[in-house]
């Protein structure tokens, strides 16, 4: 069974950096579409950053210059460094696998950009 779980959240003034991590357990992350989203109080859950064969990356608008999405085969995890963090970037992160009708996703965690 694939477990994700996320961690690296907290709290960080605005213009701080955050790095968070998404270690994956019960498959290689190389076959699947790894993503980022973000969902905060009464919002939809949103697409942050999205990377597939470890090479093509994608970012939501808001977030473009900012963030980075990356992954480590070896340790099988996915990072999104977050530089320039703004109050609006406020929510929770989840960590998503996926591939074909199969997705997966972790607990999330809590990112809070507050001065």
Do not use: H
């Amino acid at each position: 069974q694939v477990q994700l779980v996320e961690s690296g959240g907290g709290l960080v003034q605005p213009g701080g950096s955050l790095r968070l991590s998404c270690v994956v357990s019960g498959s290689s992350i190389s076959i699947y579409f790894m993503g980022w989203y973000r969902q905060a109080p009464g919002k939809p859950r949103d697409m942050v950053a999205e990377i597939i064969s470890g090479k093509w990356t994608n970012y939501a608008d808001s977030v473009q210059g900012r963030f980075t999405i990356s992954r480590d085969i070896a340790k099988n995890t996915v990072y999104l460094q977050m530089n320039s963090l703004k109050p609006e970037d406020t929510a929770i992160y989840y960590c998503k696998a996926g591939r074909g009708q199969d997705n997966y996703w972790g607990q999330g965690t809590q990112v809070t950009v507050s001065s």
